[in-house]
T-cell receptor, first 112, second 112 residues
Framework: NAGVTQTPKFRILKIGQSMTLQCAQD?????MYWYRQDPGMGLKLIYY???????DKGEVPNGYNVSRSTTEDFPLRLELAAPSQTSVYFC???????????FGEGSRLTVL | DAKTTQPPSMDCAEGRAANLPCNHSTISGNEYVYWYRQIHSQGPQYIIHGLKNNETNEMASLIITEDRKSSTLILPHATLRDTAVYYC?????????????FGGGTRLMVKP
């Protein structure tokens, strides 16, 4: 049972480049989330999804896009990368009616 | 969501109980108290949650004051592996599922 799997684990981007962070879960969770964590700070919610085909903005959505075509996958797209997007990105999933978010191991992104 | 206040850091001797406080004086009646921890750059891990009553599971105990304005997470016999940042979060249980906001947390250092 893999849980929440994120790829890549590390990536360096140049300013203006684009990329997609992949997230997959095999727990049949309805809800999925993307968070970012800057050094020494707590986590901030970027986007979340309550089911396939449904997404919504979190606290810091600017510069990102998401899609949810299947229950299992929730990719995060960065368009026109900026240094301010240097961060660790965590994907998480959960059932709506049970406590507990399950997090992936994170994707460390550096924009130079 | 109610705001929480936690001390930025705490130390605990290995084998002793670690008591981590959290103030949430503006908590409303339908808001739950959740605790998560994050071990060195890994994704946060759910520990426990509660509404009014004290709760215990295999990881920890949660003590909530009668007026619900504060709570304490207790790790009964702290080990070196419990060194982590501990987040106290207050949130309603609604259709947004587990959409939680993580603040700065308490950095617990367990020392030999």
């Amino acid at each position: 049972n893999a849980g929440v799997t994120q790829t890549p684990k590390f990536r360096i981007l140049k300013i203006g480049q684009s990329m997609t962070l992949q997230c997959a879960q095999d727990m049949n969770h309805n809800y999925m989330y993307w968070y970012r964590q800057d050094p020494g700070m707590g986590l901030k919610l970027i986007y979340y999804s309550v089911g396939a085909g449904i997404t919504d903005k979190g606290e810091v959505p600017n510069g990102y896009n998401v899609s949810r075509s299947t229950t299992e996958d929730f990719p995060l797209r960065l368009e026109l990368a900026a240094p301010s997007q240097t961060s660790v990105y965590f994907c998480a999933s959960s059932f709506p009616d049970r406590p507990g978010l399950f997090f992936g191991e994170g994707s460390r992104l550096t924009v130079l | 969501d109610a705001k929480t206040t936690q001390p930025p850091s705490m130390d605990c001797a290995e084998g002793r109980a670690a008591n981590l406080p959290c103030n949430h004086s503006t908590i409303s009646g339908n808001e739950y108290v959740y605790w998560y921890r994050q071990i060195h750059s890994q994704g946060p891990q759910y520990i426990i949650h509660g509404l009014k009553n004290n709760e215990t599971n295999e990881m920890a105990s949660l003590i909530i004051t009668e007026d619900r304005k504060s709570s304490t997470l207790i790790l009964p016999h702290a080990t070196l592996r419990d060194t982590a940042v501990y987040y106290c979060i207050v949130r309603v249980r609604d259709n947004a599922g587990n959409m939680l906001t993580f603040g700065g947390g308490t950095r617990l250092m367990v020392k030999p």
